[in-house]
């Protein structure tokens, strides 16, 4: 009696199937893709929003006044001291300043409680594998940022930051209500930038502006083009900011630049704002929300929305 054996799949056929496969895919991998890209997009949507909401309760427990990132200049100056362990004292409040961000006084609001007060009212060091050993504020890190996490085993705390606060306005004590002429809805309060760029790393805990003074960290802000006025030397690497006088109003302190759309990373430029998607730049303004500003939006409108009393009119479409 005979019996049918089924052929065995000759290797053309087996050519033919894994082709196909490979065309699929090559076909499903660029729409998971972009699926993942969407759901990194609003993610960090969410995270902006909450970073706005945050700094509206943060203005409603402290009299309407607005966080902000200290000057380098009006900090307390450290004390020669012998003692050893933590900071007391004057040093105490040094340590404290050297560390007083938006970012980081907004830490209670987004249930970072413990966090704030160890670093921020016990001033221990935020360096300490007992302390940050592995922690992230996940709320300042983008999901679509392509710069990665500087974190090592040194220095396990990871507190970079995707998001910075706009120095024309988070840099001075500012009233919620009264102190934004421009309107909240029309002013810039936190945008995205590359955690580390160019060799920086925008930090959670430091005010230092000109991150070669500080071991490549720099503070978590942009638009500000002034690290120290009590040094006279010149910074090239100094933030784009706006210049509000002259005609037309609001251009930029360098050329016709607003921010770098989704740069590769040895192209990153550290003074501007860099969108971590090709859709365009996501920014929070002051009333909260959260807009999604165009690649060809025209310099003098850019830097209007980062002005707080620059006394511009946008264009209820920019």
Request: glycine residues 8%.
């Amino acid at each position: 009696m005979r019996t049918n054996k089924r052929p065995a799949m000759t290797l053309i056929e087996l050519i033919v199937v894994v082709a196909i496969l490979a065309i699929l895919i090559g076909l499903l991998l660029p729409a998971v893709q972009k699926v993942r890209e969407a759901a990194g997009f609003m993610s960090g949507q969410n995270r902006l929003r909450q970073m706005g909401v945050a700094t509206h309760n943060f203005s409603s427990a402290h009299a309407d006044i607005l966080p902000r990132t200290m000057t380098d200049w009006e900090r307390t100056p450290f004390v020669p001291t012998s003692s050893n362990g933590f900071p007391t004292g004057q040093n105490l409040l040094a340590a404290i300043d050297r560390r007083r961000t938006v970012h980081s006084e907004l830490l209670p609001f987004i249930e970072q409680d413990s966090l704030f007060r160890v670093v921020m009212v016990e001033g221990r060091g935020v360096d300490s594998k007992k302390i940050g050993g592995g922690v992230k504020v996940g709320m300042y890190q983008n999901p679509l940022d392509p710069s990665g996490y500087p974190a090592s085993a040194k220095n396990p705390a990871d507190y970079s930051c995707s998001y910075v606060s706009n120095a024309q306005v988070l840099s001075m004590r500012r009233s919620l209500t009264s102190g934004i002429s421009d309107g909240l809805s029309n002013t810039i309060f936190f945008s995205e930038h590359y955690r580390v760029c160019s060799g920086s790393e925008f930090y959670l805990f430091t005010i230092i502006r000109d991150p070669r003074r500080f071991n490549g960290v720099t503070a978590p802000t942009f638009a500000d083009a002034n690290y120290s006025p009590r040094s006279t030397e010149s910074f090239p690497d100094a933030d784009y900011a706006p210049i509000t006088s002259g005609n037309p109003r609001s251009t930029t302190s360098i050329d016709g630049s607003t921010f770098q759309n989704k740069p590769i990373l040895k192209e990153c430029d550290v003074r501007l704002p860099n969108a971590a998607s090709t859709r365009g730049l996501q920014a929070c303004m002051g009333d909260g929300s959260v807009r999604t500003i165009r690649v060809d939006v025209a310099p003098t409108v850019f830097w209007a929305a980062v002005t707080p009393n620059g006394g511009e009119v946008l264009a209820s479409d920019w």
